[in-house]
C-alpha cells in the first residue's frame, strides 16, 4: 500500500515566513523582557545582533547596519525621503512593492527629474537603462512576482549617484554584491523567519556621504531622521535604536542568526533555497497546469516561488471564477495542513506563491507539491460538473 506523505511543516507563507527547522518558544527564555533596550545588556544582545547580521551577509569594510522600525517599508522609506533629490532618479519595478517607490518617489516625494521604468509581473525591465550619473531605486527580488535581478551586472562601479536596494526576500537567501548596493534594507521576518515589524538598514560609506551632505528641503518625520547636526547619528548603528524595539523580537532573530552558524553560514542558507527551487522546477517540468510565473529562468526566484495557471480551463475563466478557484485549492490545502497561506499576492495575477527561503525544508515542498496537483484536480472537478439535482420525498 502506497504511504501518504504530509509536510512536516506546512509553512510556506511569503511573510512572515517559516521558522526555522527545529525551533520552539524555548529560545526566547533568553530574552531580556521588562528590561531597556537602553539598558547594558539591552545594547549588547543589539550590537551582538547587528554584528553578526555583518558577519554574515559579508559586508565590506566600512559599511553600517542598523536595526530600524517598520520592517522593509520602514528602512526602505527612511533611505528614499533621507537622499533622495540631489540628482535624477531611475526607479525599476516589476510587482507591488516596487511599484509602491516609484509612487513615493513620483507623487509623494514629488521629485521631477525621474525615470520609472517597469514591466508587467513575470518580466523584468531594461535594466541597462539605469545611468550611473542618477540614483538608482530597485528591489533585489520581486515578492510578489517571483522575479528577480540575476546578477550586480548592471551597476556601475564608478556610479556618482547612489543605489537604493530593497533586499528584503534576497538578503540572507541570494548572492547580493554588497559592494554595488549603497543602500540595502530587508526584514528578518523574511528569509529568517524572524518576527514582524523590525527592519535592517545597510549604508556604504558613499551614502553616509549623502546623508551628511544633503539635506532634503520637505519636513522629516522623527522616525526616519538618521543625521544630527549634520552628522550621522552613528549609535542608530551600533544598537541604539530610533524608537523601542521587542526584545522578544530581537531574541528571536538572534536564534535564527545561531542556527545560519550553527548550519554553515550564508552559503548553506543559499543552498538550501536553491534546493527548494529546483524541487519546485522538477514538479513544474512534468506539471500538466502550472508553470513559473518568471518567464525567464535566469530571473526566477529561489525564495517567492510564484506559479500562474496555463491549464485552458483555468485560463478561459474570467477573473471573479479564477480567484474562486484558487481561493478553492487553497482552503483544501489549508483545511488538510499540507500547505498554509500559497495563494498569490492579491495584486498579482491568480495563482500560488511558494515560500522557498532557507528555513524551508525542500522534503516539506517535496511532499506538498502531490497535494497540490489533487486540491486543483478536485476543484477543477467540482466547478466544471453541474450541480447534482436535490432529492425529492
Not at 564608478?158 to 528584503?168: N, P, V, W
Not at 542608530?236 to 542556527?259: K, Q
Not at 526566484?301 to 474570467?318: E, G, M, Q, R, Y
Request: glycine share 8%; proline share 6%.
Amino acid at each position: 500500500m502506497h504511504q501518504v506523505v504530509r509536510p512536516v511543516r506546512p509553512h510556506f507563507s511569503s511573510g512572515p515566513c517559516a521558522k526555522r527547522p527545529g525551533w520552539s518558544t524555548d529560545v526566547l527564555k533568553r530574552a531580556y523582557v521588562g528590561r531597556s533596550h537602553r539598558s547594558a545588556d539591552g545594547k549588547e544582545r543589539l550590537a551582538e545582533v547587528i554584528d553578526l547580521t555583518k558577519t554574515f551577509l559579508g559586508l565590506p569594510d566600512g559599511y553600517l547596519c542598523g536595526i530600524v522600525p517598520g520592517s522593509d517599508t520602514g528602512a526602505v522609506e527612511m533611505a528614499l525621503w533621507s537622499m533622495l533629490g540631489p540628482r535624477g532618479v531611475d526607479v525599476f519595478a516589476w510587482e507591488a512593492f516596487g511599484n509602491d517607490w516609484v509612487n513615493d518617489v513620483v507623487k509623494e516625494l514629488k521629485l521631477k527629474d525621474v525615470r520609472s521604468f517597469t514591466a508587467p509581473y513575470g518580466k523584468l525591465p531594461d535594466l541597462k537603462q539605469a545611468s550611473k550619473d542618477r540614483d538608482v531605486v530597485f528591489t533585489w527580488n520581486g515578492t510578489t512576482s517571483g522575479v528577480c535581478v540575476p546578477n550586480g551586472d548592471w551597476i556601475a562601479d564608478d556610479r556618482q549617484g547612489i543605489t537604493i536596494c530593497d533586499a528584503t526576500s534576497a538578503a540572507f537567501a541570494m548572492p547580493i554584491p554588497w559592494s554595488k548596493i549603497d543602500v540595502g534594507t530587508f526584514s528578518w521576518q523574511k528569509a529568517l523567519g524572524g518576527e514582524a515589524q523590525h527592519g535592517i538598514l545597510i549604508l556604504s560609506p558613499r551614502a553616509v556621504e549623502r546623508l551628511e551632505s544633503y539635506t532634503p528641503p520637505w519636513p522629516m518625520p522623527k522616525l526616519f531622521r538618521m543625521t544630527k547636526g549634520g552628522k550621522l547619528a552613528r549609535g542608530i548603528f551600533e544598537g541604539e535604536t530610533i524608537n523601542t524595539p521587542s526584545m522578544l523580537c530581537v531574541e528571536d532573530y538572534y536564534d535564527a542568526l545561531r542556527w545560519v552558524n550553527a548550519v554553515g553560514g550564508s552559503w548553506e542558507m543559499q543552498s538550501r533555497c536553491r534546493r527548494n527551487l529546483h524541487t519546485v522546477q522538477t514538479w513544474v517540468d512534468k506539471s500538466k497546469w502550472a508553470a513559473f510565473l518568471a518567464e525567464d529562468a535566469a530571473t526566477r526566484s529561489c525564495t517567492s516561488i510564484c506559479l500562474k495557471v496555463t491549464d485552458p480551463w483555468f485560463t478561459a475563466l474570467d477573473a471573479k471564477q479564477q480567484a474562486a478557484a484558487i481561493k478553492s485549492v487553497t482552503g483544501k490545502l489549508e483545511k488538510d495542513n499540507i500547505a498554509l497561506d500559497i495563494g498569490a499576492y492579491r495584486d498579482a495575477p491568480a495563482g500560488f506563491r511558494i515560500w522557498g527561503g532557507p528555513t524551508v525544508d525542500y522534503e516539506d515542498i517535496q511532499a506538498m507539491l502531490p497535494w497540490l496537483d489533487q486540491a486543483y484536480e478536485a476543484t477543477k472537478k467540482e466547478m466544471t460538473e453541474p450541480p447534482k439535482p436535490e432529492a425529492t420525498a
